[in-house]
Structure formats: structure tokens, C-alpha cells
């Protein structure tokens, strides 16, 4: 099992960036697909962005697309989410967990089985 601990949250205006950090705890982080999620208040934890164990493939939720970034860096355990142009429906609990392939993204969080402890995001004025 693999321990997650993602970073990088805050309060941030509208129009704002941030970027999120989950380092993994060993080093078969690399051999396995990654996802991002978040949780709204009130609402199910939902899929944002993924990539594949090596970064070749992203995947974005429709509602991120052309403002988020998913990337990598497998020599340090560390997957990121560079957040552009938030808004404030972006406000949630940011969670990284780690998929049990290499490739497969899955966008249902019931196949993930590793989790991090969440970093809060609020977009405001």
C-alpha cells in the first residue's frame, strides 16, 4: 500500500492558479496510474484529471479541460495539478490516489485503493 500526502491547497481569488503536490511514499508510485478527485460540500467525490504511470496519457473532466494540467515526476514520487483560471465551483477537498495499473485511468473512485488525506482548495473573493 502506498501512502499519499498531497499539498499545495489555499484560498485563492477567481482567476487565481495553484498547484497541487501528492508525493508518494515508495517508489512503485512509478509503476502506477495516478488520479486526481475532488469533494465538494454536499456532493460526491468526483474525478478531475489522471495520467497514465509515465505521463503519455492525461484525462480531464470536462469542466477542467483547457485550465488544469496533470503531470509527473516519477524520480521524485510526486504527481501535480496545475489549477489555471479557477472559479470558484472549483472550491473542494483536492484528493490524489493512486490507481492499481499502469495505464488504466479509471474515473470511478471505487477502483482506487490508495488515498491521500485531501488538501482544501477555495476559490473566493
Known amino acids: 500500500q502506498v501512502q499519499l500526502v498531497e499539498s499545495g491547497g489555499g484560498l485563492v481569488q477567481p482567476g487565481g492558479s495553484l498547484r497541487l503536490s501528492c508525493a508518494a511514499s515508495?517508489?512503485?508510485?512509478?509503476?502506477?496510474?495516478m488520479g486526481w478527485f475532488r469533494q465538494a460540500p454536499g456532493k460526491e467525490r468526483e474525478f478531475v484529471a489522471g495520467?497514465?504511470?509515465?505521463?503519455?496519457?492525461?484525462y480531464f473532466t470536462d469542466s477542467v479541460k483547457g485550465r488544469f494540467t496533470i503531470s509527473r515526476d516519477n524520480a521524485k514520487n510526486t504527481v501535480y495539478l496545475q489549477m489555471n483560471n479557477l472559479k470558484p465551483e472549483d472550491t473542494a477537498v483536492y484528493y490524489c490516489?493512486?490507481?492499481?495499473?499502469?495505464?488504466?485511468?479509471?474515473?470511478?473512485?471505487?477502483?482506487?485503493?490508495?488515498w491521500g488525506q485531501g488538501t482544501q482548495v477555495t476559490v473566493s473573493s
Open positions: 490516489a493512486a490507481a492499481p495499473g499502469l495505464f488504466s485511468v479509471p474515473f470511478d473512485r471505487r477502483q482506487y485503493s490508495d
Open positions: 495520467t497514465s504511470w509515465n505521463g503519455g496519457n492525461t
Open positions: 515508495e517508489r512503485t508510485f512509478s509503476r502506477r496510474a
